[in-house]
C-alpha cells in the first residue's frame, strides 16, 4: 500500500513550562492522514494550532510527543526534502522582503531550489499570467496586500513540489481569483501534488478531497467533504462544525482531568471511543505507531543545490541592502561623520573665555581703569644698585591672559565681579591689589618678606568650578600666563628668566610630545567604539528584520541553511567593515594627521576584527531580541557602561581595583590601548600591549558567537 504523503500520530505541542501559569496545550493527541495526490482543507477558528500543525508538518518545530511523517520520511532527516525542494510552503505572513521586486521574490525562491535559468523564467511568466502577478520591476512594499499574497503563493508554487502547504493563501483575493487558484490546485492534485490548504472559508472546502476540523489543539474529524455531512445529517459544513464542535465541548467537561494531563501519562484507554474515533478505525488510518511500513517509504534523492542556495540568499541580501538608500547612506557615512564630528568638537582648547577683573593698581593711576587699554603703561626702571622699580606690572600680566584667550572684563568691586561669575556671565574673577608692582619688586628682590607683602603681591582668583574642563583650562593658562610674565619682568630687570622657573624640568618625551592634545588619546577608543557598535547596530537590525517579516523562517522551509544565511551575512558584512575601517584611517590619519608611527596593515586589522566583534555582538542580540525596541535598548545599555569603564573618558587607574579587572574583559580596553600603543609608541604584533588586545577582540567573537548556538540549540529543543 502507497504510503500517504503526511501522517501525524498521537500529537501533543505545548508552549511554555507545565507548572508555569504560561503553559498551553496548543496540538493534543492529534491523529491526521493526508493522502498522496488530495487537496487536505485545514479548517479552524484562529488560535487553534492549525500553524503550530502546518510547522511542525515543515520541519520548522519538534513536537512534545508524537510523530510526524512527511513524504516517506521525517521532517529534518538526512535526504528527507523536507525542509526543503519537495515542499512549497506559503505562509499565513507574507513573508518576502520588501525591498524585492515581484521578478526578484519568485526568483529568490527558485535559486533555493536549483532551478535552471530558463526554467525559472518559464515558470515565472506562467504564474504571472494565472495569478494576475503585478509587473515584475514593482517592489513588494508598493503592492497591496492582495497582490503581495499573490506574490507569495507564486513564490511557494514556481518549482512545482509534491506537497504544497498554503496557510491562508485566499485571503482578501477577487473571487474570481479565487475560484480560479481552486481549479489550478485541482489540476495539481490530478497530477500527484498533495495540497495542504487553511481557510477561514468554509464553504470553500467543499472542492477539497478531505478535510480536517480542527479546535482547540484537536482534531475533531477528518473526511470528504460529503461524508462529513452524511455522517452528522446536516446540509452545510458550519452546522457539521458546530455539532463536532458542541460535542467536544461536552467531552471536555466530562473528561477535563484526562484532557490536561501530560503525554506521557495518557493511556490509550482514557481516549472515549466516540464517533470521531469510530469513524477514522473504519476508514482505516494508522493509529499506532508500530505500523510503520505503511507509512515508510526510501526517501528520494534530492539533489544537492549548496551553491543555488547561497547564490540566492546572495542575492537576496545585495538587493536587500541596495534598494534601502537609508542603510546603504548609514553604513557609508555615518563612520565618516562620527569621526570628522569627533576631531571637530573634542580636545581644542576652549576660545572666547572672559573673566572678571579688579584692579586696583590701575584705579591708583591718574587714568584710572582704562590705563591698560590704549598701551600699556607699565614702566621697569633698573637701578645702579640692581634693583628695579615697577609700575603697573597688572597690565603685562593681563596682556599675558588675552594672549591665551582670557579676555578681562573690568568691574570696580570684588563683590561686582564675584555676582558676574555667579550668574554664569563670566567664568572666574581676578584681583590685583593697589600695591601688586611694588610689592611684587619687594618680594623678589628680598625672599623673606612679610605678610603684608605677600599678600599685596599676590594674584587673587574665584573660578566657577562647575564647569571642571573649563575651569581647569583657566588655571593652566593663569599658570602659563604668570610665567611669561615673570620672564618678561625678569628680562626688563636684567635678570636671568630662568630664575622664575620651579626647580623641576621636563625633558622631551620618550613617546610622544609636549603639545600632544587629548583628541590623539581619546581617538583610538573612539574609533574602536564606532566600528564595533556600527556593526552590531548594523547586524542585528538585518537579522531581526528578516525574522520579523517571515523571510528567516520561510528561507528555511525552503531548505536555507542558518549557515548559509550566516556565512553570507558575515562575507557582505565583512566587506562592509571594510569599507569602514579605511574611511576612519582615512579620516584620522590623513585628513587630520592623526600621528601613527606603527604598521597601517596592524591597525587595519584590529579595526576590521573589533568589526567582526561588532557583528557578532549583533548576532547574539538578534537572537536574544524578539523586536527592534529590545535589542535597541540592551545595545544603548550595554554602549554606556563599556564606554565609560574602557577608559577613554578616564584612565582606568582611577577606578577601584576590582572595576579595573573587569573592564579589562570589556571589548574596547584593551585594543584601545593596543592602538594607542601602536600609534604613539610605534608597538608591533609582537608587543604585549599590542597582542592582548587582538586576544581579547578574537575572545569576544568566539564567545559571542557560542552563545548565539547555544541559544539557537536551546530555543530549538
Known amino acids: 500500500m502507497a504510503a500517504?504523503?503526511?501522517?501525524?500520530?498521537?500529537?501533543?505541542?505545548?508552549?511554555?513550562?507545565?507548572?508555569?501559569?504560561?503553559?498551553?496545550?496548543?496540538?493534543?493527541?492529534?491523529?491526521?492522514?493526508?493522502?498522496k495526490g488530495i487537496i487536505y482543507g485545514l479548517l479552524g477558528p484562529s488560535g487553534c494550532g492549525k500553524t503550530t500543525l502546518l510547522?511542525?508538518?515543515?520541519?520548522?518545530?519538534?513536537?512534545?510527543?508524537?510523530?510526524v511523517w512527511v513524504l516517506g520520511g521525517r521532517p529534518g532527516e538526512k535526504g528527507s526534502g523536507v525542509p526543503g525542494p519537495r515542499v512549497g510552503y506559503m505562509p499565513q505572513d507574507i513573508a518576502l522582503v520588501a525591498e524585492f521586486s515581484v521578478r526578484d521574490a519568485v526568483y529568490y525562491f527558485g535559486r533555493i531550489y536549483g532551478m535552471k535559468p530558463k526554467k525559472l523564467q518559464e515558470q515565472f511568466e506562467f504564474l504571472t499570467r494565472l495569478l494576475e502577478l503585478p509587473k515584475g520591476g514593482?517592489?513588494?512594499?508598493?503592492?497591496?496586500?492582495?497582490?503581495?499574497?499573490?506574490?507569495?503563493?507564486?513564490a511557494a508554487l514556481v518549482h512545482e513540489p509534491e506537497l504544497l502547504i498554503l496557510d491562508e493563501p485566499t485571503v482578501g483575493l477577487d473571487p474570481v481569483l479565487r475560484e480560479r487558484i481552486w481549479e489550478f490546485l485541482a489540476e495539481l492534485a490530478r497530477g500527484g501534488t498533495t495540497v495542504i490548504i487553511t481557510t477561514h472559508y468554509i464553504d470553500e472546502t467543499k472542492q477539497a478531497h478531505k478535510i480536517g476540523l480542527l479546535r482547540d489543539g484537536q482534531l475533531?474529524?477528518?473526511?470528504?467533504?460529503?461524508?462529513?455531512?452524511?455522517?452528522?445529517?446536516?446540509?452545510?459544513?458550519?452546522?457539521?462544525?458546530?455539532?463536532?464542535?458542541m460535542r467536544q465541548t461536552e467531552m471536555k467537561h466530562r473528561r477535563r482531568p484526562t484532557l490536561t494531563a501530560s503525554p506521557d501519562v495518557i493511556p490509550e484507554?482514557?481516549?472515549?471511543?466516540?464517533?470521531?474515533?469510530?469513524?477514522?478505525?473504519?476508514?482505516?488510518?494508522?493509529?499506532?505507531?508500530?505500523?510503520?511500513?505503511t507509512k515508510k517509504e526510501k526517501p528520494q534523492h534530492i539533489p544537492s543545490s549548496s551553491k543555488g542556495r547561497y547564490k540566492a540568499v546572495f542575492i537576496k541580501s545585495i538587493q536587500q541592502f541596495s534598494r534601502h538608500p537609508g542603510g546603504l547612506i548609514f553604513s557609508v557615512l555615518f563612520p565618516i561623520i562620527q569621526v570628522v564630528a569627533f576631531f571637530l568638537a573634542v580636545g581644542h582648547d576652549p576660545r572666547d573665555l572672559h573673566v572678571a577683573v579688579v584692579n586696583y593698581e590701575a584705579a591708583t593711576s591718574p587714568l584710572g581703569l582704562d590705563v591698560c587699554k590704549n598701551g600699556s603703561l607699565t614702566t621697569v626702571i633698573q637701578r645702579e644698585d640692581e634693583t628695579c622699580e615697577q609700575y603697573m606690572?597688572?597690565?603685562?600680566?593681563?596682556?599675558?591672559?588675552?594672549?591665551?584667550?582670557?579676555?578681562?572684563?573690568?568691574?570696580?568691586?570684588?563683590?561686582?565681579?564675584?555676582?558676574?561669575?555667579?550668574?554664569r556671565k563670566l567664568y572666574g574673577a581676578i584681583r590685583f591689589p593697589a600695591n601688586f608692582s611694588l610689592a611684587l619688586g619687594i618680594r623678589a628682590a628680598e625672599g623673606f618678606v612679610g605678610d603684608s607683602i605677600l599678600n599685596d603681591s599676590t594674584i587673587s582668583v574665584w573660578l566657577d568650578m562647575t564647569d571642571h574642563q573649563i575651569s581647569h583650562f583657566i588655571k593652566m593658562q593663569l599658570h602659563k600666563a604668570y610665567e611669561q610674565f615673570a620672564r618678561r619682568t625678569m628680562a626688563a630687570c636684567g635678570k636671568n628668566e630662568d630664575l622664575v622657573q620651579i626647580p623641576v624640568r621636563f625633558e622631551e618625551p620618550i613617546y610622544g610630545s609636549m603639545n600632544t592634545e587629548v583628541v590623539a588619546y581619546m581617538a583610538p577608543g573612539v574609533?574602536?567604539?564606532?566600528?564595533?557598535?556600527?556593526?552590531?547596530?548594523?547586524t542585528s537590525t538585518l537579522m531581526i528584520s528578516d525574522r520579523l517579516e517571515g523571510v528567516w523562517e520561510r528561507s528555511a522551509v525552503a531548505g536555507v541553511r542558518p549557515k548559509e544565511m550566516l556565512h553570507v551575512h558575515i562575507t557582505l558584512q565583512s566587506l562592509v567593515i571594510l569599507v569602514q575601517t579605511f574611511e576612519m584611517m582615512?579620516?584620522?590619519?590623513?585628513?587630520?594627521?592623526?600621528?601613527?608611527?606603527?604598521?597601517?596593515?596592524?591597525?587595519?586589522?584590529?579595526?576590521?576584527?573589533?568589526g567582526l566583534g561588532g557583528m557578532c555582538y549583533g548576532f547574539l542580540l538578534s537572537v536574544l531580541c524578539s523586536s527592534f525596541t529590545v535589542s535597541f535598548f540592551i545595545a544603548t545599555g550595554s554602549f554606556y557602561p563599556m564606554i565609560l569603564l574602557c577608559g577613554i573618558l578616564w584612565p582606568l587607574e582611577g577606578m577601584p581595583e576590582a572595576l579595573r579587572l573587569f573592564s579589562l574583559a570589556l571589548p574596547f580596553t584593551l585594543p584601545s590601548i593596543s592602538l594607542r600603543d601602536m600609534m604613539e609608541k610605534g608597538s608591533s604584533i609582537t608587543s604585549p600591549s599590542v597582542y592582548t588586545g587582538f586576544l581579547i577582540t578574537l575572545a569576544w567573537i568566539v564567545g559571542t558567537l557560542a552563545l548565539c548556538f547555544l541559544r539557537l540549540r536551546f530555543r530549538k529543543t
Open 269 to 293: 484507554s482514557s481516549i472515549v471511543n466516540d464517533s470521531r474515533y469510530q469513524s477514522r478505525e473504519e476508514f482505516n488510518v494508522v493509529t499506532s505507531s508500530t505500523d510503520v511500513l
Open 4 to 35: 500517504p504523503a503526511v501522517v501525524v500520530e498521537r500529537a501533543y505541542k505545548y508552549y511554555g513550562k507545565q507548572d508555569k501559569p504560561s503553559f498551553k496545550p496548543v496540538l493534543q493527541h492529534l491523529d491526521m492522514t493526508v493522502e
Open 55 to 67: 510547522s511542525c508538518i515543515v520541519g520548522r518545530r519538534k513536537l512534545d510527543s508524537g510523530e
Open 220 to 245: 475533531l474529524d477528518e473526511d470528504s467533504p460529503e461524508e462529513i455531512l452524511r455522517r452528522y445529517n446536516c446540509n452545510t459544513l458550519e452546522d457539521a462544525f458546530l455539532k463536532m464542535a
Open 527 to 538: 574609533m574602536v567604539t564606532i566600528i564595533f557598535f556600527l556593526a552590531a547596530i548594523i
Open 393 to 423: 606690572l597688572s597690565c603685562w600680566f593681563l596682556e599675558e591672559m588675552e594672549k591665551r584667550k582670557l579676555y578681562p572684563t573690568t568691574y570696580n568691586s570684588t563683590e561686582e565681579a564675584k555676582q558676574a561669575v555667579a550668574t
Open 138 to 154: 514593482r517592489l513588494i512594499k508598493s503592492l497591496s496586500g492582495g497582490q503581495q499574497r499573490r506574490v507569495s503563493l507564486a
Open 586 to 610: 582615512i579620516v584620522a590619519f590623513m585628513g587630520y594627521k592623526l600621528p601613527f608611527n606603527g604598521s597601517l596593515w596592524t591597525c587595519g586589522a584590529l579595526l576590521f576584527l573589533q
